[in-house]
């Protein structure tokens, strides 16, 4: 299955509901008046794209069809394909071109945020980068073991302490172990966290300073992994984390498992942090790098 397929199998249950809905207008077109723009803010609200984030879709669809003079179906698709693509569209890919690059992941309980690394060293390992995994949630004697496996299975070092260790130190030594042995990426494990929780937050501030300070020439991506079906929680956590850790992308997982997936679009643009990689499958090699494009037409049907 190619990666456009891919995309379009995992956004199948939203992408479903958005064009049953968006046939079930066009049926009856006539014009782009104020009672076909309601019911389209309608099925996108449906979607969990957010009422902001719908208002402003519908008000440039609005400004679209008069400019451009659109009566018919097809060109209003397209229209509503090419502005979900440019709302999308941001530092899409990631930044780990010194060598060694950071990742530190960040997200609270739940959201698969240590399988999104496994499969996140898969997919970069693919690519030929040798990576490092630092086991830094410590708080968990089972997330450590979890990683592990992941690291295991994918064959990548894994640098890990006792549970309860310090994870700024993890990350230090990891930082070390990069540099002695000419790795491409680390990529940092934390501890899930709820992102109201202050002191769980300086932790991760105390992480970034040790990375701030061992590497300060390197790229470093700060990801944030959300649950595509918790819908517009997902954009309090992406603007939460933002203000505390500086969020440079976001990871939107179970995009698979849920008729929410407009929320992807939510997310980008409240937050304004980009969406860099999505979760469409269980397996190891559905971890994708996010096309705004692709992810458009995969949402409301080619």
């Not at 990548?156 to 540099?179: E, M």
């Not at 991760?204 to 390197?218: A, G, M, T, W, Y």
């Not at 397996?283 to 080619?302: N, S, T």
């Amino acid at each position: 299955m190619g990666f456009f397929d891919k995309i379009k199998e995992g956004l199948r249950k939203t992408r479903e509901n958005v064009e049953s809905g968006f046939n079930s207008i066009i049926a009856n077109f006539r014009k782009v008046d104020d009672e076909f723009l309601d019911e389209l803010l309608e099925i996108l609200i449906t979607a969990d794209v957010g009422f902001e984030t719908a208002e402003e879709i519908i008000d440039q669809l609005r400004e679209r069809a008069k400019l451009e003079k659109i009566e018919d179906p097809s060109s209003l698709k397209k229209a509503l394909e090419d502005i979900i693509t440019e709302l999308m569209t941001g530092e899409n890919g990631l930044k780990i071109s010194t060598k060694p690059s950071v990742i530190l992941v960040v997200g609270v309980n739940g959201v698969g945020k240590t399988t999104t690394i496994g499969k996140l060293a898969h997919l970069l390992t693919d690519e030929g980068k040798k990576v490092i995994i630092a086991a830094a949630d410590t708080f968990r004697a089972a997330a450590i073991d979890q990683i592990s496996i992941w690291a295991e299975r994918a064959g990548i070092d894994i640098v890990k302490h006792q549970d309860g260790s310090d994870p700024a130190a993890v990350v230090f030594d990891a930082l070390k172990a990069a540099c002695a042995r000419d790795a491409d990426v680390v990529i940092c494990d934390t501890a899930g966290r709820l992102h109201n929780k202050k002191n769980l937050m300086g932790e991760l501030e105390k992480i970034l300073r040790v990375i701030n300070r061992e590497l300060p020439d390197s790229d470093k991506e700060v990801l944030l992994v959300v649950d595509a079906t918790t819908g517009q929680n997902a954009v309090a956590q992406a603007r939460d984390f933002k203000e505390v850790v500086g969020v440079t992308g976001v990871v939107l997982t179970k995009l698979d498992g849920t008729a929410k997936g407009g929320v992807t679009i939510g997310v980008k643009n409240i937050t304004g942090v980009p969406v860099k990689l999505i979760g469409v499958g269980e397996k190891i090699d559905d971890l994708q790098y996010f096309d705004p494009r692709d992810f458009a037409k995969a949402l409301i049907g080619e």
